[in-house]
């Protein structure tokens, strides 16, 4: 999608009552439009954040400090076995002097793990690192995509156990920032009902609209360079898509998990009478 496309698309999801933007990749900072980009959502009222390797977070602070609420960097290690996971000489360090930068500007940071059988001894040092830089941390489990990645998967006992060390480091004060609902979901598989559908939506970089890694589907559900956004959303495949995944928790991407926990009645509704406030502190987590 072109610059121009891009922004039709925002203007009309501000109109359909969208509140949030990220954008994500691939890395985002190799568009040379998209700092523009970014600042556009920004200035429609959306939440704006994005995720970057960091690689080019510091040449691009002023303008990110200016137009992003949150800054998502994607770290797989605490030291420089990050460079070697990543093959680029140096990611670490650029990452983590981007992030020093974002927080001497006063925007909010937050780095985001994928676990895999390569960085599954990282979760104390990361969460170390994430105290250090004074930023939160959350980990997610690595997306198999068979043909490719398969060899690095680990298995669900192992997920399990990573993310009861997860749940214990939370539990000390490490600033953790997955929710207890979804590292209870990551220990014991606990049950919910997708939300995707009714939450957010996934436009790739060609205009697709697709589902978030779904475990169900894959199918395309429209094309935001052919159609209106409200003319995909209201489609027959998007609501066969929410109808298939309604009752569904086979996904544990924390997109999904997150949300879905997040707006269950029945979750919703726990939360609001504990005491510290979910709610609130999910508030203060993600937005202030």
Known sequence: ?????????LEEARKLNFVAYLAWGGEPLMRPDAVKILKH????????????????????????ANTVDLT?????????????????EGAFSRAVNGITKVRQAGKRVAINCVLSKLNADALPGMAELARHLGVKLAFDPMEVFPGINEEYALSRAEYGNLFLEVLRLKKAGFPILNSYDYLKHMIHLKKYSCAQPRIFINVSENGKLTPFWCKKTNHILGDVRKQSLSGAIY?????????????????????????????????????????????????MQYAL
């Open 235 to 283: 489609s027959a495949a998007f609501k066969e898509f929410a109808k298939m995944t309604d009752g569904c928790s086979l996904c544990s991407n924390s997109s999904t998990v997150e949300t879905s926990m997040f707006y269950s009645d029945k979750v919703f509704f726990k939360n609001c009478f504990r005491i510290p406030s979910q709610i609130i502190n999910f508030i």
């Open 72 to 88: 998502w960097v994607s770290l797989d290690h605490f030291s420089d076995y990050h460079d070697e996971l990543r093959g680029l």
């Open 1 to 9: 999608m072109n610059t121009d496309e891009v922004f039709r698309m």
């Open 41 to 64: 959502a920004h200035d429609l009222g959306f939440y704006t954040s994005f995720i970057t390797n960091g690689t080019f977070l510091s040449e691009n602070v002023r303008e990110i």
